[in-house]
C-alpha cells in the first residue's frame, strides 16, 4: 500500500519549495513530498533569470502581482539575511532615451507612487553624475531593487523544508493523475521505474508544464502556456564596473517583457538582456530548439496565432535581433553608447513560460486553477521569483480555506 501523503507539490522551482516550506511550517505534523521531474532544484526559470530581487514598480495597482511583488522582496531580503546569503542593494534605474519614453516614464513614476514604491525622478544632469556611462533624457531611481542568486535561496528553503521533516523526490516524473472523492493519485517514472504516489491535497507549480498538469487533471482550461526564449549576453570583464545600478529601458506598457537591459549579478559579472524571441521548445536552451509535440500543441491552438498577429512586428524585430547581433546590441545602445560589438560574450538562456489565453490575450497577473483536491499554479510571471514567499502564503491560506 502506497504511503498517503497529506501534501504533494508538483515542480521544484523557487514557487513550489516556497510552498511546501511554509506547509511544513504551519502544519509541523502534515506530511508533504515535493516531486521535480528534474535531477536537481531550481532547473527552469528559477535557475534561469537575471537574479533581480524587484521593488514592484510595473504592476497594476490593487494586482496579485504589485501585492506579491512588494511584500515578497521585503520578505526575500528577510530571509536572506536570517540565513546570510549574499543580497547586493544596487538599486535600479529606468532610462527614457527619448520624448516618448519620457512620457511613459512620468505615467510609470505614478503608478511607482500609487504602489507605494519609493523611486525619485531624475533629470538628465542627475542621470549622468550617478551613471556617466548611461545616455538618456531622464530616469527614475528605484533605490531598494537588489540581486541574489535564486537558487541559493531554493536551495536554502529546501534544506529548512527537509529539516521540518518534508520530502523531496528528484528525477521523477508526472505522468498522469487521476482525482478521487478521498486523494489524488499520480502515476510518476524515476529512473525508468514506475512509481505511484497519492496525497489528500495536490499543489501543482509546474511552470512551463503548467497547462500540461492542469489538463492532466482534467480542469478544463482556456489558456495555454507559450514559452518565449529570454537570450542573454555577458559583457567582458573589462566592462564589470561600467555601471553601478541595475539599468532598464522604459517598457512598452502594451507588452509584459521589460526590453533588453544591463543587470548586475551577484557574482560581479554584467548581463545584457533577455530579449524574447518566440521559442519552439518549452525546454530548450540551446541555440537550435524544435520538439514535435511543443510546436503542434501551439501551432493548432488558436490563441498562438492571435497574440502573434496582434505583436507581429515586435515578433519580427526580435527574431531579426536574435540572429543579428548588431540589431541586439542597438538596444543597449540607446542608454550605453560605449559598448561594442566584442563586449557581448555567450551567456546562458532563459525560456519564460507565459500564459495566453484563446483569444489572444497575454495573461499578465497571476492565474490559478482549483478541483476539490488541487491547486494549480496555471501563470506565474515575473515577478514570480521575488514574490515566491507571499505566493507560498498565498497557496496555504487557499488550502486551509478549502478544508
Not at 504589485?66 to 532610462?95: M, S, Y
Not at 478541483?371 to 486551509?400: F, M, Q, W
Request: overall charge neutral; some cysteine; glycine content about 8%.
Amino acid at each position: 500500500m502506497n504511503r498517503l501523503y497529506d501534501y504533494i507539490v508538483i515542480g521544484g522551482g523557487i514557487v513550489g519549495i516556497s510552498t511546501a516550506w511554509q506547509l511544513k511550517q504551519r502544519q509541523p505534523d502534515c506530511s508533504v513530498l515535493v516531486v521535480e521531474k528534474e535531477s536537481q532544484l531550481a532547473f527552469h526559470q528559477t535557475g534561469h533569470n537575471s537574479g533581480v530581487i524587484h521593488a514592484g514598480v510595473y504592476y497594476q495597482p490593487g494586482s496579485l502581482k504589485a501585492d506579491f511583488c512588494k511584500r515578497g522582496a521585503a520578505a526575500t531580503k528577510a530571509f536572506c539575511a536570517k540565513h546570510r546569503i549574499p543580497v547586493e542593494n544596487c538599486g535600479k534605474l529606468l532610462v527614457a532615451t527619448d520624448e516618448t519614453e519620457k512620457q511613459r516614464m512620468k505615467a510609470l513614476y505614478v503608478r511607482c507612487q500609487q504602489n507605494q514604491i519609493d523611486v525619485e525622478l531624475l533629470d538628465q544632469k542627475q542621470l549622468h553624475a550617478l551613471e556617466p556611462n548611461v545616455s538618456g533624457v531622464g530616469a527614475i531611481l528605484v533605490p531598494s531593487t537588489s540581486i541574489v542568486d535564486y537558487r541559493l535561496v531554493t536551495a536554502k528553503m529546501s534544506e529548512e523544508f527537509q529539516a521540518l521533516g518534508g520530502e523531496v523526490v528528484l528525477a521523477t516524473q508526472v505522468n498522469s493523475m487521476h482525482e478521487g472523492n478521498e486523494s489524488v493519485e499520480l502515476h510518476c517514472n524515476h529512473a525508468g521505474n514506475s512509481m505511484t504516489y497519492q496525497c489528500k491535497q495536490l499543489v501543482a507549480c509546474g511552470g512551463l508544464m503548467a497547462d500540461r498538469l492542469a489538463a492532466m487533471i482534467g480542469i478544463p482550461i482556456d489558456f495555454q502556456i507559450v514559452p518565449y526564449r529570454g537570450e542573454y549576453f555577458k559583457l567582458a570583464d573589462k566592462h564589470r564596473d561600467i555601471v553601478k545600478h541595475l539599468i532598464y529601458p522604459i517598457p512598452d506598457p502594451d507588452l509584459p517583457f521589460l526590453g533588453v537591459h544591463l543587470t548586475r549579478m551577484i557574482d560581479g559579472s554584467v548581463t545584457v538582456g533577455p530579449n524574447a524571441v518566440q521559442g519552439w521548445k518549452r525546454e530548450g536552451y540551446g541555440r537550435v530548439n524544435i520538439s514535435l509535440t511543443d510546436c503542434w500543441q501551439m501551432l493548432t491552438y488558436s490563441g498562438f496565432w492571435r497574440v502573434s498577429w496582434k505583436h507581429l512586428w515586435t515578433g519580427i524585430k526580435e527574431f531579426r535581433n536574435s540572429h543579428w547581433k548588431r540589431g541586439y546590441l542597438k538596444l543597449v545602445g540607446k542608454y550605453c553608447p560605449s559598448i561594442q560589438l566584442g563586449d557581448l560574450e555567450p551567456y546562458p538562456t532563459g525560456v519564460r513560460a507565459q500564459a495566453v489565453m484563446k483569444d489572444g490575450t497575454l495573461v499578465h497577473d497571476f492565474l490559478f486553477a482549483e478541483t476539490p483536491r488541487s491547486l494549480h499554479v496555471c501563470n506565474a510571471p515575473s515577478p514570480a521569483a521575488t514574490s515566491a514567499i507571499p505566493i507560498g502564503e498565498y497557496i496555504c491560506d487557499k488550502l486551509s480555506a478549502s478544508q
